[in-house]
Each structure stands twice: as structure tokens, then as C-alpha cells.
């Protein structure tokens, strides 16, 4: 990212509203503590998750790909009373930072966390969904989208992150990861049971309203 897109970045987020002390704590600790701290959604698009959950309502959230729980914190805002919402992770290493930020968020009762593979978990839990956010493995997200499109409300919301893999979707070559990443775009833009938007926030976030 070069210098004045990064200072446009610091604009946004210097008057979004301030993320508030337990995501500032949250986002520290995953840069102290894990390897790969860039995964966590961060301000700015944590900022998002929480206005577009508080337009949707949601009565239930399924996210893919918890984390240490930024993302969940964020989209948890927008439940109604006694709604609920379901996250999965994969990475057992990483859930004692989840568990601590729902508890001091005081969403224990609302969050349900998961350990396992996504594609072995989404079909395990039951019922439908109002707002769903993908953010795991790029090269699942074709297969995590077929098993979630059954499972998504008519008018609910499904969200994807990476869509844009670092600009990499626009090299003249594309790589592998690329290549996937492109075609996952591809194949949401051409499925008639959805429309969709693409935005450049961040690393890329596709808006996906099924119909
Ligand atoms: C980009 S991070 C998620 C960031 C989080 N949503 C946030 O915004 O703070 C992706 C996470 O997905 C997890 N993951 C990758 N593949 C997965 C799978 N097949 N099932 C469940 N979790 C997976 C990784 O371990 C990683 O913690």
C-alpha cells in the first residue's frame, strides 16, 4: 500500500467512531500474541461489520472464520434481543483470546463458538441465517458459499472478505491464489439466486444480497 493510500486509510478511520476500548485491547493483544495479526478485520472495516449488522438486525449470524473474535465483537452489535450468533474456527490455538473478548464484551450468551472445519461444522448447526461473513480459507470460500446459499434467508446478507487478494485479481498474470480468488467472484457475479457488490475497502469486501 503505498504512502497517501495508507494516510486515506488513517483519515477514514481517524473520523469513523473510535473503536471503543475492549477492540483496541482485542486488536493489541493479537499483534502481541499471534502470527499472523493482519488476519483481524481491524478498525475500518471493523467499523462496517458493525453499521451494516445495526442496518440489518440480524436475529442470526454464522461467521466462518472467528479468529481472536474482532469480527464477531463487531457483527454481534447489530443483534436484536435474544438473537444469536455462530462463529467457527479452526485454529484451537487461538481461542483462549475469542473466548476472553466475548466474556469481557458480555456477549458469552450470544456467542456460540465452534472448533473444527467450517465444512464439517456449518452442517452441524441448524437453522437458517440473516447475515452470514465468510473470512477463512479463500480456496474454501466456493465450497463454503454452496453450503451456506440454502441456508441464507431470502433478503439476508452474506459477506466475504479478500475478495480483491491484495490487488493481486487484476495482475496481467495471475497466480494461484489469485486465480481462485477471481474465480469465486466470478461464479457470485453470474449466480442468478443473488446480486452483489464489490468493494475495494481494505483487501476487498463483497456484499452479497440473496434474493
Ligand atoms: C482472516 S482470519 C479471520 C479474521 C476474523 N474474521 C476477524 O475479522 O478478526 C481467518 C481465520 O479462519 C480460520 N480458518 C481457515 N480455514 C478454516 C476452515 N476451513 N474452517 C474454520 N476456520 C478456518 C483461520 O484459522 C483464521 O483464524
Not at 10 to 17: E, L, P
Not at 99 to 104: A, Q
Not at 115 to 124: E, S, Y
Request: charged letters at 25%; hydrophobic letters at 35%; one cysteine or more.
Amino acid at each position: 500500500m503505498d504512502d497517501s493510500t495508507s494516510n486515506l486509510i488513517q483519515y477514514c478511520i481517524d473520523h469513523s467512531s473510535p473503536q471503543g476500548e475492549i477492540l483496541y485491547n482485542l486488536e493489541r493483544e493479537t499483534y502481541l500474541k499471534t502470527l499472523a495479526p493482519q488476519m483481524l478485520s481491524g478498525p475500518l472495516q471493523g467499523a462496517l461489520l458493525m453499521m451494516l449488522s445495526k442496518m440489518i438486525r440480524p436475529k442470526r449470524i454464522l461467521e466462518v472464520g472467528t479468529f481472536t473474535g474482532y469480527s464477531a465483537i463487531c457483527l454481534a452489535q447489530g443483534l436484536p434481543n435474544g438473537g444469536e450468533l455462530h462463529t467457527i474456527e479452526v485454529n484451537e490455538e487461538i481461542q483462549y483470546i475469542s473466548r476472553k473478548y466475548f466474556s469481557l464484551a458480555g456477549l458469552t450468551e450470544q456467542i456460540h463458538s465452534y472448533l473444527g472445519d467450517a465444512a464439517d461444522v456449518i452442517p452441524k448447526i441448524e437453522g437458517t441465517f440473516d447475515l452470514v461473513f465468510i473470512d477463512a480459507g479463500k480456496k474454501d470460500y466456493g465450497n463454503h458459499f454452496d453450503l451456506i446459499i440454502d441456508r441464507l434467508n431470502s433478503g439476508g446478507y452474506l459477506l466475504v472478505d479478500n475478495v480483491l487478494w491484495s490487488q493481486k485479481v487484476i495482475a496481467d498474470q495471475l497466480d494461484q491464489g489469485a486465480r481462485t480468488v477471481d474465480q469465486f467472484n466470478k461464479k457470485i457475479r453470474d449466480d442468478e439466486r443473488v446480486e452483489n457488490v464489490v468493494l475495494p475497502i481494505r483487501d476487498g469486501l463483497t456484499i452479497i444480497r440473496k434474493k
